[in-house]
């Protein structure tokens, strides 16, 4: 009987599609989803995800979202579309239909933190003797005043950050939500984060997602690759993010430029992009360790003789990779 039902649950499903093909046009599947063209938005790219077992859709691009797909045949398809799926559909909640174009709305709390309690601004004039470290620490990286100013870097003369150099984050209200802190003496931790989520986007209030964006792993490679990158804060960067919503919703193309050593991290990236129809390019970092060993000018000629990424060459830069 489990066999029966597992081999009903693939003819509704069959019958699910054909149902949505017929509305929406054809897809292109990605993992347990489907990628349609969005009616509400019609995006040129197939950006709608819907989630037939789960009953749920969503739009990458224009949030159009939804726990019922039925709320989209209703919507968009005829009277026999509409009579077929409620047929093969055993999962229909009719609370549901009294708001026909009413969506899910979640509530995002945006995350808030303080700044070290002795934080001190490097761009701020008669700075203390105490600061002369910090700036020459920044000086041998090679940022320069300009840099300072732009991302907002600070240093702490005392404290529980004392010695480090301090970068702040602030999130599209120009609020902080996240900072880095690295020392500029021996230290055993090279770096000293806030205990609080790091599924924030990277200064985002200076961003522009309508523009190229440059991924790199850590704050000091995001300062030479430009004002448009953005550090992941690590290595990989998970589907539910919200820096990797972003980028799919505002069909942002994507610069590669994360550590040689985090190749094969970096594949799944792009892969997972490849297949919301995202631009992606690859820049090569050969000779360097991160990007933050390279000036600001040899990062940019390495921008732009970045690779196009397409899921053939993607595959071959896996199998060379292994």
């Given amino acids: ?7 009903k649950g693939r003819l509704v ?36 995800s819907i989630n037939i077992e789960k009953n749920k859709y969503q739009c ?13 045949i209703r919507r968009f398809g005829s009277f026999t579309d509409q009579q077929e799926w409620l047929s093969v559909s055993s999962d229909i909640d ?5 708001d026909l174009f009413a969506e899910e709305q979640k509530e995002e709390i945006e995350q808030v933190i303080d700044l070290p309690e002795h934080f001190v601004f490097l761009g701020s004039n008669n700075l203390p003797l105490s600061s002369l470290p910090a700036r020459h620490y920044l000086a041998k990286r090679g940022i320069t005043m300009d840099e300072i100013l732009f ?17 702040p984050s602030f999130n599209k209200n120009g ?6 802190s690295r020392t500029y003496k021996s230290s055993w931790a090279k770096y000293k984060n806030p205990n609080v989520s790091k599924d924030i986007i990277f200064n985002e209030l200076y961003l522009d997602f309508k523009q190229e964006i440059v991924l790199v792993e850590g704050v000091f490679d995001a300062i030479v690759a430009g004002e448009n990158a953005v550090p992941i804060l690590g290595s990989t960067l998970k589907e539910q993010s919200k820096l990797f919503q972003s980028i799919v919703h505002n069909d942002t193309a994507v610069y590669f430029a994360l550590d040689p050593d985090a190749d094969s991290k970096a594949y799944k990236i792009m892969q997972k992009l490849l297949q919301y129809d995202v631009d992606v390019y690859k820049v090569d970092l050969t000779g360097f360790a991160d990007v933050g060993e390279m000036t600001m ?3 940019q ?8 990424v397409n899921p053939d060459s993607l595959l071959a830069m896996q199998v060379a990779c292994i």
């Fill in 301 to 308: 000629e390495r921008k732009k003789q970045a690779t196009w």
């Fill in 151 to 167: 991302w907002k870097i600070g240093y702490c003369p005392w404290g529980e950050y004392k010695d480090r150099i301090v970068v």
């Fill in 60 to 72: 990458w691009h224009c949030g159009y979202a939804g726990r019922s797909i039925y709320r989209i």
């Fill in 1 to 7: 009987s489990r066999q029966l039902g597992h081999s």
């Fill in 175 to 180: 609020d902080p939500n996240f900072f880095v």
């Fill in 297 to 299: 000018g040899q990062f």
């Fill in 94 to 98: 009719l609370s549901l239909f009294e």
């Fill in 13 to 48: 499903s069959m019958e699910k599609v054909t149902i949505l093909r017929r509305v929406l046009g054809d897809f292109r599947p990605t993992g347990d989803e489907r990628l349609f063209h969005c009616p509400n938005c019609k995006h040129r790219k197939n950006k709608l």
